[in-house]
């Protein structure tokens, strides 16, 4: 089926056609591993992730996925640091060596990342790759050297930055946001990574050392610059190292298109020579009571908070896939839980869909009201998944499970199988599941759970618990120990 996609950048609907044949090249900014992620930032990951099961499973693409993990910013480096707050037992022992302390802190949040993902039913096993930032700086360092050579960037005490002017005189910058150019003054700097629109200035490529903080040598036009880079020309490095230039289509949240994303068109053009990829598409905000969720507004619920509230991850997912992608999206528990409920209905109904019917009286479906391409109809429409669920809830109410025949079971169960190939939050064994092994990962966590409790450890108990759960697995107490199920 050919998919509709919204594109930023031209601001319409456009059929997507893939560069290279049959193959969909995705970059999807992924997160910075200073803490774990909240759910509003899920759901940006969640958007990619149901773009890249619809290129596969609807349009019938090879995908080639890439996330990239930002292991280098001011905050990660902060947090690193020798007597921060942030550091915990888990991450070992810090060192003398800046570099060692960014990597064992962001490695512990890395492993943390991809558990919660995967509780969220995220496909990990589809990334085409997840580059870490910190093991692309000599690739860095060559953008940052072919933007210099080309006249786009200047050094200033030890650190470079993108000339903006001069960029805009040679082609548009400001085409996924239109600048405010009466604010834009020549020649001023801006060295964090995120800022206004009303503060468009030159940003900073390559971050001058600070006393105390990780580093790394570089030449330029045979000044020594030990330094590192800043956070957008990541991107710009790792899409063309991975991917090559140009790719498919570039995911992030509506807060990423200025400055981060403007800034990647401006590196790769001014470097490369290649603009980087002909479509963009941008998640709206998970909100909480009318605000974006983020960890400046204190407004934030990490999912094993979430988890620790009773809440399940496939509920959480399902609740964010209830809304279309380009609507904001108001975070509640109520809502939520109304989800559940949906969920279970459809649940049942794949169980019944396995169990013997005595009398069936529907042997027959209309062909307006085929289920495969209704629903994925809707996803075809700008990963459309309200309607497409609205949809899916019709047919279920017009053809109950228990007056299907039997073949009709089976196509409409092989039809559920597919549907779920992107929603991912059903189960298709019979009612009754056969016993699992438990993996010795989980027995293990729950046996250190059993210990903490039995030492009084409890804050310790409760995050194993929580852990466990994010795993997949549940534990029920017992009166002098505990069983271990799957969820
Ligand atoms: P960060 O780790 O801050 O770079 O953010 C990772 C991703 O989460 C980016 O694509 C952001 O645009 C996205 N994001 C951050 N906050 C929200 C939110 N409240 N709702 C949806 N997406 C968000
Ligand atoms: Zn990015």
Redesign the pocket.
Known sequence: MKIQLYNSLSRKIEQFIPLNENLVKIY??????YNH?????????L?ADLLQRVMRTVGNYQVQWVMNI?DIDDKTIRDSRIGSDAWLPEMGTQTKNPIDNLKKFTHFFTKMFFEDINSLGIDTNHFYSNPRATEFIPQMQDLITRIYKNGFAYINDGSVYFNVSKWSMADKYGKLKNIDWDNFKSGSRIDHD?YEREDASDFVLWKAQKEGEPYWEFILDGQSLPGRPG?HLECSTMEYEILGLPFDIH??????QFP?HEDEIAQSKAGYGIEPNPFWC??????VEGK????SLGN?YTLRELISAGLDPLDIRLSMLSAHYRTK?NFSFEGTNAVRKARTKVQDYIYELQEKTENPTINSILIEDSLLDNVFGELANDLHTPKALARLFEFLNKYPADKLSEELKQQIFADLMKINEIFNVWKFEPRSQETIEIPDEIKDLAEKRFQAKKEKNFRLADELRNRITILGYSIIDKKDGYEIIPN
Do not use: Q, Y
């Not at 999807?28 to 591993?33: E, L, R």
């Not at 992620?37 to 990951?45: C, E, K, S």
């Not at 941008?282 to 909100?287: A, Q, S, Y």
């Open positions: 999807s900014c992924g997160p910075t591993v992620a909240h759910i509003g930032n899920m759901r940006a990951f958007f930002t995120n956070w995911t992030g949240g509506v807060d990423l981060h941008h998640n709206e905000f998970l909100e974006k969720m983020s960890k934030f999206f």
